[in-house]
T-cell receptor, first 112, second 110 residues
């Protein structure tokens, strides 16, 4: 089993719908991140959390919200999906500030 | 504002040659810099971490340098192979969080 698991792997949704992307990890890491990737733009940080009670906005948080339900679970929600949120979404975990990050397999989201 | 910039153009090289990728940063004072590999449609995978007091680090055919004066890291793939074809990302810790460059795509021709 993967250390960082994202569900679903692929999703097509309609404009205006609410959608949740889930991330769970078995690494025991406190630090968790949500990134969005668009072709040519690299990884853009949406939200990050350093423990269950610590949630921080990243560079592109507008239109997104998150929930850290437990150390192992970090969910990303799109309250009202729009087509320009079509992208590849990655969850990542990290043990400490100067350690490697572990990424999930990604969720490919299409908003039509 | 903080920026991480990598070679914007894709790199196409012949098998056996050395690929050199550049990562430049502004308004960061990183204690370390990381490099990742990403294959299409998959999550990035960690390759190497180099600290500010390390000028050079090697792992098999990979070599990374880190010049905090120039605010630059160079990533070398020596004796390149077609299996090295991928996108390579550099990453820095800024304001407590991990931020990435846009990546450089490398294609190695057999």
């Amino acid at each position: 089993d993967a250390d960082v698991t994202q569900t679903p792997r692929n999703r097509i949704t309609k404009t205006g719908k609410r959608i949740m992307l889930e991330c769970s990890q078995t690494k025991g890491h406190d630090r968790m991140y949500w990134y969005r990737q668009d072709p040519g733009l690299g990884l853009q940080l949406i939200y990050y959390s350093f423990d269950v009670k610590d949630i921080n906005k990243g560079e592109i948080s507008d239109g997104y919200s998150v929930s850290r339900q437990a150390q192992a679970k970090f969910s990303l929600s799109l309250e009202s999906a729009i087509p320009n949120q079509t992208a590849l979404y990655f969850c990542a975990t990290q043990w400490g500030p100067d350690t490697e990050a572990f990424f999930g397999q990604g969720t490919r989201l299409t908003v039509v | 504002s903080q920026k991480i910039e990598q070679n914007s153009e894709a790199l196409n090289i012949q098998e056996g040659k050395t690929a050199t990728l550049t990562c430049n940063y502004t308004n960061y004072s990183p204690a370390y810099l990381q490099w990742y590999r990403q294959d299409p449609g998959r999550g990035p995978v960690f390759l190497l971490l180099i600290r500010e007091n390390e000028k050079e680090k090697r792992k098999e055919r990979l070599k990374v340098t880190f010049d905090t004066t120039l605010k630059q890291s160079l990533f070398h793939i020596t004796a390149s192979q077609p299996a090295d074809s991928a996108t390579y990302l550099c990453a820095l810790k800024g304001d407590y969080k991990l931020s990435f460059g846009a990546g450089t795509t490398v294609t190695v021709r057999a």
